[in-house]
């Protein structure tokens, strides 16, 4: 503890590494605690909703 | 927020956009509020514990 | 399982029962499962944060 | 209730049903109630960070 | 990691003690792994719903 | 969505203000995308367990 659980859409390796590494910076230095663990959960957007409509659905309609 | 997380089996898209639909309804009725969001999260049987038993051997039991 | 956890601000008793009973309905009916769990967890506006700023702050400044 | 979410790496059945088995049995004897829930999550090495690093990179340069 | 997270009803500490100690036993043991975290969430009768209806709302009709 | 959920102990309303703000930053960066929502949980030291002890039973012994 603490820990950061993140979810959101799908992102690569390399934006998984950066987001790690500075969401660890920001809780280390506000809480005072050396020891964080970061949780990345990718949702499809057909596994959102926002406002009662499926994120995959609000694309088709971009 | 609200926010609303559903964890249940896999079920194909039309179910998704109805349980968005419909949970999105009930939220913004009863809290009042216009953003809701809804995280779907699907399951496999194998993942899945019940009074001690996994759900995928459940299901070749019966 | 389902299980539906929800996240909002507090409410009172009546509403959670509302809660509990509309979301579960929506659940049952659409994963065609008897066996529905939801978990209501209230937070504080200090402990939400919108795009950025906590929510507390947002509503002291309308 | 009470419902366990377990998040770790991938395991393979046999090792989720004896999970499930055993947390359960934990869980019942000490609150002293039958319906247990057990949720097993895996996460990939590129998905969990530890103390500002991905495990996919440790584990690499070990 | 591994995490594991325990929604149940409020205990007292002793068994919160044994509760993560026996948990922790069964996760290291199966994950070979000795790193584990345990939350525990305490939740009151009136925040969790099972088949529709409030816990709080069961106890008082047995 | 995305969405960042935080565990940790509990902090003063002014952490949570530098806490929600500068990690919406970090995500709004990575991810590129505007709305983001936070939600901060405060764990009691009796509630947390880090190798298989209570948290609030190490700060006993130390």
Chains 1, 2, 3, 4, 5, 6 share one sequence.
Not at 24 to 47: C, F, G, K, S, W
Request: hydrophobic share 35%; aromatic share 2%; glycine share 6%.
């Amino acid at each position: 503890m603490p820990l950061i659980q993140v979810d959101g859409p799908s992102i690569d390796t390399d934006k998984k590494r950066r987001l790690v590494k500075e969401l660890t910076d920001v809780a280390m230095r506000i809480y005072n605690i050396q020891h964080i663990t970061v949780l990345i959960r990718e949702n499809q957007p057909e596994n959102v909703g926002s406002n009662g409509q499926l994120i995959a659905d609000k694309h088709r309609g971009e």
